[in-house]
């Protein structure tokens, strides 16, 4: 399975300001996915990030708040804009494998952002 | 849209023995993945056993199997053997076939192994 180096781990951060965290694959991967975990909770899809094209926002999440950059297929940065407290999260990336008998998804270590 | 519910927020086991988590879930798709994630306090996420919807065998992962139940649309965890590396949250996850769609995850259960 592919191996996700996630950085940085973890961060703490003003308010009004942006953070951005970087997901490198150890190899190509169509999509990535990022997620967001907020305290105690389960994990919820922010966007699918697809070399070459826009990324694909799910319901409750904006470009504008949540940049996502893919400039190859094995590269991907989420950006956290304008952060207020209610964005102290873990977010996570993703990257997923279909292949026959060989299907399941990988994650990153994860960013710990706390906002003050 | 597909739904995933786990019903027991919190569980405990004492050391060697056996817990079952539970996972429902809902959807109109035929065809589907099913998993198991371990999330420990590193906050790793970790692939603890998956199903396929069309496999009517149940997968195993030495002390972790499931109860796949398609027609309920059951997808339950059993830990045998519990041990102190098991005390983690474990959420069940959805996915549909074909390409690499997204997960939906449901809320998780914090299992805790006792002495």
């Known amino acids: 399975s592919a191996v996700i180096s996630q950085k940085p781990s973890r961060d703490i951060c003003q308010r009004g300001t942006s953070l951005t965290i970087q997901c490198q694959v150890d190899s190509q991967v169509t999509m990535m996915f990022w997620y967001r975990q907020q305290p105690g909770q389960s994990l919820t899809l922010i966007a699918t990030a697809n070399q070459g094209s826009e990324a694909t926002y799910e319901s409750g999440f904006v470009i504008d708040k949540f940049p996502i950059s893919r400039p190859n297929l094995t590269f991907s940065t989420l950006t956290v804009s304008n952060m207020s407290p209610e964005d102290s999260s873990i977010y996570l990336c993703s990257v997923g494998r279909i292949s026959n008998s060989n299907y399941g998804y990988t994650f990153g270590s994860g960013t710990r952002l706390t906002v003050v | 849209a597909q739904t995933v519910t786990q019903s027991q927020p919190e569980m405990s086991v004492q050391e060697a023995e056996t817990v079952t988590l539970s996972c429902t879930y809902d959807t109109s798709e035929s065809n589907y993945y099913l998993f198991w994630y371990k999330q420990p306090p590193s906050r790793q996420m970790i692939l603890v056993i998956r199903?396929?919807?069309?496999?009517?065998q149940n997968a195993t992962e030495n002390r972790f199997s499931v109860n796949f139940q398609k027609a309920a649309k059951s997808f339950s965890l059993k830990i045998s053997d519990s041990q102190l590396g098991d005390t983690a949250m474990y959420f069940c996850a959805f996915m549909n076939a074909g390409t690499a769609s997204k997960l939906t995850f449901g809320t998780g259960t914090r299992l805790q192994v006792t002495l």
């Open positions: 199903q396929e919807a069309y496999k009517q």
